[in-house]
Structures are given as C-alpha cells and as structure tokens.
C-alpha cells in the first residue's frame, strides 16, 4: 500500500535559523513527490515536486527539498526561515495508478518564532 | 489559489438540508477531486473524476454526491445522510500533460452544520 508520513506535528524554529520538515513515503516503483503549503482557511498552494532527476529540488518561496532514495524520504528544507513562512504543511504521493490521485501526509505545522 | 474558485466561502445549514458546494475552474484541467480537512488533520478524498460524465469514490464518499456534467465544475453535494458534515471543504483540479501531476486547489469552503 502507499503512504505518505510526516513524523512531526508542530516544528518550531527561530527566524533566520534554517528549517527541515520531514516526510517519508512508501510506494512501490519510482516515486512522484510533492509538498504543499496552507495558510489559514485558505486551500493549498503547490510549492515543489520530485518526478524524475536532480535528487534536490528547488520550488516557491525559496523552499528546496531533499529526495533520498535509500531512506525513502523527502524533506522539505529553507536555509533561512521566515516568520511569514509559519503554516501548515503538507507532504503528498501519487498513487501509481491512472486516476492521477494523490495521498496527503497529515500534516506539520511550522512556527517560525521572531 | 489558481484558477478554481469555490463558493461560497462559508456556509450555515441546518441539520438535515442538503446543501451543495461550488467548484468551477478555468485551467482546463481534466481531473478534479473534492476533499474534506478536518481540524487537525490532513486530507482525506470524497470524490474524483477524470473526465466529464465519469466520477469515483474516494475513501469517504458515503453521505455525498457529485457530478461532472461539464469539464470546467465539479459540484459537491452534501446530503442529510452525512453524519458529522461540519469540515472544511477544497476542490481541487490537475492534468497529467506534461508530466504535471500535481494539484491546483480552490480556497475551500468552510461548511458549519448545526
């Protein structure tokens, strides 16, 4: 079965230090990777993905992530956090079939202190 | 948010009305999906479909109902059989030309049932 985990509910951070939020994944085949943000009440925003290639990946906002085969993981990492970037964020999978479906991690919410 | 608009944003039903949710996009997208957030907790999906005419179930899709009568909108009805429909709600589209697999998604509508 595919899955998709993010270990840690809440990551607190100090502005300027960078920051990591870690998901791993188990799926059968090559994985497709993705990482979404959620502010308040608002719907999510497409931030990075992992398809094929370069094992880091580079999206919006200046987040980067970080795919490892060996560990089948996919954290997403920021050199210098912002306290703009405190959210919700959310690792996700593509189930390998063709209805295109992904399957979301629960969810880690990052606080980026002043 | 993209080009997929929700409406309404809030919504107050009474216990035992139908009620159903908006979702329009403009991306031309063939795939779209309904989901339901939680508080706490990450996405879990109602309903999707590939194509217009043609939709499934997702791993929650008892007390809902949707259609696909055309490619732009995707509406999703909540009907008095779901128990506990207070969520918040997000649509979301995507197309898997040119490798993009990853998903657009609408600013959700926070429906409230009392």
């Known amino acids: 079965a595919q899955s998709v985990a993010q270990p840690e509910d809440q990551v607190n951070v100090a502005e300027g230090n960078p920051l990591t939020v870690k998901c791993t994944y188990s799926?059968?085949?090559?994985?497709?990777l993705f990482w979404y943000v959620q502010y308040p009440n608002r719907g999510l925003q497409f931030l990075l993905k992992?398809?094929?290639?370069?094992?880091l990946v580079k999206g919006s906002y200046g987040f980067e992530a970080e795919f490892n085969k060996s560990q089948t993981s996919f954290h997403l990492k920021k050199p210098s956090a912002l306290v703009s970037d405190s959210a919700l964020y959310f690792c996700?999978?593509?189930?390998?079939?063709?209805?295109?479906?992904?399957?979301f991690g629960s969810g880690t919410r990052l606080l980026v202190r002043p | 948010d993209g080009g997929i608009t929700q409406s309404p944003k809030y919504l107050f039903r009474k216990e035992g009305q139908n009620v159903t949710l908006s979702c329009e996009q403009n991306l031309n997208h063939d795939a779209m999906y309904w989901y339901r957030q939680d508080p706490g907790q990450g996405l879990r999906l109602i309903y999707y479909?590939?194509?217009?005419?043609?939709?499934q179930k997702g791993d929650i899709a008892e007390g809902y109902s949707v259609s696909r009568e055309k490619k732009e909108s995707f509406p999703l009805t909540v009907t008095s059989a779901q128990k506990n429909p207070t969520a918040f709600y997000l649509c979301?589209?995507?197309?898997?030309?040119?490798?993009?697999?990853?998903?657009?998604f609408g600013p959700g509508t926070r429906l409230t049932v009392t």
């Open positions: 996700a999978v593509r189930v390998r079939d063709s209805s295109y479906k992904l399957i």
């Open positions: 799926v059968s085949g090559n994985p497709y």
């Open positions: 992992y398809i094929t290639g370069d094992n």
């Open positions: 979301a589209s995507s197309t898997p030309a040119a490798g993009r697999y990853e998903q657009y």
């Open positions: 479909s590939q194509i217009v005419n043609d939709f």
